[in-house]
Structures are given as structure tokens and as C-alpha cells.
């Protein structure tokens, strides 16, 4: 179970105001990208680029850009405190499970082939 409290957030009309302006930005950087169609190709990438920094800019800026943020620190510290296998012992389990594949694989193989003799030639007597 989770130690830690529950946080409600209150989200402010600023906030708001700021995940409508990201969104602005974004759907007016896809507009503006086809709307210079006639334009070389550089500059309607430029364009694109420029709105979607502005928008991931404005979001970031926000409090769901903070939480993402901070979600994405917390998730590195975690990763720093995985203990990673050495590879001596990574080879090792990728040869166990080979094997068992194989020895799966092997005791399916010769259960189907069993069902098979005893349904097709003993029970319903087709011989091939």
C-alpha cells in the first residue's frame, strides 16, 4: 500500500488558461504548416517546430507540466535504484529460458503428436 498522502490538486483559471493556450498552439502550428503549402518545406517545418516548442513550452509552464516533470524525475531516481543483473548472470537466465522453451516446446510437440495417434488411429481408426 502507498505511505504517501493524497494530494488533491485545485486546478486555478490560470491553469486552465494556460492548457487552453498549449492547445492553441498546437492545433495553430498544424494549421499554419498547411496553410503555407505553397511555401518550401523548410519553412513550414521551422513553422511547425516554433509553434510546438511554443506549445510544449506553455504546458510545461502549467501544473500538469510540473507533475509531468516531477513524475518523470521520480521514475529516474527509481531507476538509479534498480540493481542491474551482471551479464554473466543475464546470459545465464536467457539460457534458462531458452531451455525451457525448448523443453516446452518438446512436451507440447509430443503431447499433440500422443492426442493425435490416439484420436485418429485407435479411437476413429483412420490410418494413414
Same mark, same amino acid.
Given at each position: +500500500?502507498?505511505?504517501?498522502? =493524497?494530494v488533491?490538486t485545485?486546478? #486555478?483559471?490560470?491553469? @486552465? %488558461? @494556460?492548457?487552453?493556450?498549449?492547445?492553441?498552439?498546437?492545433i495553430?502550428s498544424?494549421?499554419?504548416?498547411?496553410l503555407?503549402? =505553397? @511555401?518550401?518545406?523548410w519553412? &513550414?517545418?521551422?513553422v511547425?517546430l516554433?509553434?510546438?516548442? %511554443?506549445?510544449v513550452?506553455v504546458?510545461?509552464s502549467?501544473?500538469?507540466?510540473?507533475?509531468?516533470?516531477?513524475?518523470?524525475? *521520480?521514475?529516474v531516481?527509481?531507476v /538509479?535504484?534498480v540493481? !542491474?543483473? #551482471?551479464? /554473466? *548472470? %543475464?546470459?545465464?537466465? #536467457?539460457?534458462?529460458v531458452?531451455?525451457?522453451?525448448?523443453? +516446452?516446446?518438446l512436451?507440447?510437440w509430443?503431447t499433440d /503428436? #500422443?492426442?493425435?495417434w490416439?484420436?485418429?488411429?485407435?479411437?476413429l481408426? !483412420? @490410418? &494413414?
Amino acid at each position: +500500500m502507498s505511505t504517501q498522502p =493524497q494530494v488533491q490538486t485545485v486546478t #486555478t483559471g490560470a491553469d @486552465k %488558461a @494556460k492548457l487552453a493556450a498549449a492547445a492553441a498552439l498546437l492545433i495553430g502550428s498544424l494549421v499554419a504548416f498547411y496553410l503555407l503549402g =505553397q @511555401k518550401d518545406m523548410w519553412l &513550414r517545418v521551422v513553422v511547425l517546430l516554433i509553434g510546438l516548442g %511554443a506549445a510544449v513550452g506553455v504546458y510545461f509552464s502549467s501544473e500538469s507540466g510540473r507533475q509531468l516533470i516531477a513524475y518523470g524525475r *521520480e521514475s529516474v531516481r527509481e531507476v /538509479k535504484k534498480v540493481v !542491474w543483473p #551482471t551479464r /554473466k *548472470e %543475464a546470459g545465464q537466465m #536467457t539460457g534458462y529460458v531458452f531451455a525451457f522453451v525448448v523443453v +516446452m516446446a518438446l512436451f507440447l510437440w509430443v503431447t499433440d /503428436k #500422443t492426442l493425435e495417434w490416439v484420436l485418429y488411429d485407435l479411437i476413429l481408426g !483412420w @490410418k &494413414r
